[in-house]
């Protein structure tokens, strides 16, 4: 059973911090991965996407991306409260077209 | 670019009754369309993959008799909720695969309320 796994949190950072969210995956062949907010009561909205090892910015994230490690993470500079909510990890499936999902980490900026 | 559109965003209908809900890709084609559903507070649960042209794979656990999917065109699939029960009610939320990368692009989602 491949698994994408994250923390549920709540995570709790103050206006202007960083929050750092975290993922691991199981399927070390893995080639694709994503990050995805989800706001209470709405659908998912795709934020990042990484292919490579190493570091991928878009304007205050970053996505990180460790193969050996099977580990992916998600950097959010200068954290803003309309940042609060819900982030899912994201891994294709490299045995179909399947994204499996992990279960999200709420995220909480204090103003 | 990558629209994807869902219709219905709620609907309320009663025990026993059919509900069809529509997922449509707006300004690209999907040969792949996925339906997923959420209860809340839950996370995604992936129900089935809509291919065009042929028959949706259904997940462990899901009534493909129950939830019927129809993908008629590289821009529309659509999803039947059967004889619905109330514990039917949930976030039903498509989403449409663009290219071979992978990125899935959601549409808003419909929300069920069976009584």
């Known amino acids: 059973q491949k698994e994408v796994e994250q923390n549920s949190g709540p995570l709790s950072v103050p206006e202007g911090a960083i929050a750092s969210l975290n993922c691991t995956y199981s399927?070390?062949?893995?080639?694709?991965f994503f990050w995805y907010r989800q706001y209470s009561g709405k659908s998912p909205e795709l934020i990042m996407s990484?292919?490579?090892?190493g570091d991928k910015e878009d304007g205050r994230f970053t996505a990180q991306l460790n193969k050996a490690s099977q580990y992916v993470s998600l950097l959010i500079r200068d954290s803003q409260p309309s940042d609060s909510a819900t982030y899912l990890c994201a891994v294709r499936d490299t045995g179909g077209f399947k994204t499996i999902f992990g279960a999200g980490t709420r995220l909480f900026v204090k103003a | 670019g990558a629209v994807v559109s869902q219709h219905p965003s709620w609907v309320i209908c009663k025990s026993g009754t059919s509900v069809k809900i529509e997922c449509r890709s707006l300004?690209?084609?999907?040969?792949?369309m996925f339906w997923y559903r959420q209860f809340p507070k839950q996370s995604l649960m992936l129900m089935a993959t809509?291919?065009?042209?042929?028959?949706?794979?259904?997940e462990q656990g899901v009534e493909k008799d129950k939830f019927l999917i129809n993908h008629a065109s590289l821009t529309l699939s659509t999803l039947t909720v059967t004889s619905a029960h109330p514990e039917d009610s949930s976030f039903y939320i498509c989403?449409?695969?663009?290219?071979?990368?992978?990125?899935?692009?959601f549409g808003p989602g419909t929300r069920l309320t069976v009584t």
């Open positions: 399927d070390r062949v893995s080639q694709s």
């Open positions: 809509s291919n065009e042209g042929s028959k949706a794979t259904y």
């Open positions: 300004d690209f084609q999907a040969t792949t």
């Open positions: 990484i292919y490579s090892n």
């Open positions: 989403s449409a695969g663009q290219g071979i990368s992978g990125e899935q692009y």
